[in-house]
């Protein structure tokens, strides 16, 4: 008898040990705009190179830039691209052609995401638009 309760004993024992085994965290990922630098000037008609440095724990899924105004609102349709590493460096076209848009300051916006979390750098830009 005493043989089943300590066999009962090592079954429960082992099925709490696998039963509580956490799943791997997932980190968002992280991102990083090098260039253009914070209070770069951009003149309307014209093409902003944007570069950033991006990477995560398992696989970044894309990285998108924007150009937002004021009130965090796209002032130009956004650039995405799926990156071929991790880590990675990435330089995306950003077209900033809309002779529409006033002078000002503008946020340079590039988000990450891994398909489950996403992280994001935000820069100023001040946009001289067509007089």
Do not use: W
């Not at 309760?5 to 799943?23: E, N, P, R, S």
């Not at 300051?105 to 988000?111: D, E």
Request: charged share 15%; proline share 8%.
């Amino acid at each position: 008898m005493r043989y089943q309760q300590c066999l009962t004993l090592l079954v429960l024992l082992g099925f709490g040990l696998t039963a509580c085994k956490k799943d791997k965290e997932n980190a968002p990922p992280s991102i990083t705009i090098v260039t253009p630098g914070d209070a770069s000037t951009l003149a309307v008609p014209d093409t902003l190179p944007v570069t950033v440095n991006v990477s995560d724990d398992e696989r970044v899924e894309q990285v998108t830039v924007s150009l937002l105004d004021a009130n965090y609102v796209p002032a130009t349709p956004a650039v995405s691209v799926t990156p071929m590493s991790n880590p990675a460096t990435i330089t995306l076209a950003l077209p900033v052609t809309s002779e529409q848009l006033e002078s000002g300051t503008y946020k340079l916006l590039a988000t990450a995401t891994d398909g489950e979390l996403s992280a994001k750098d935000i820069h100023t830009i001040q946009v001289s638009g067509v007089p």
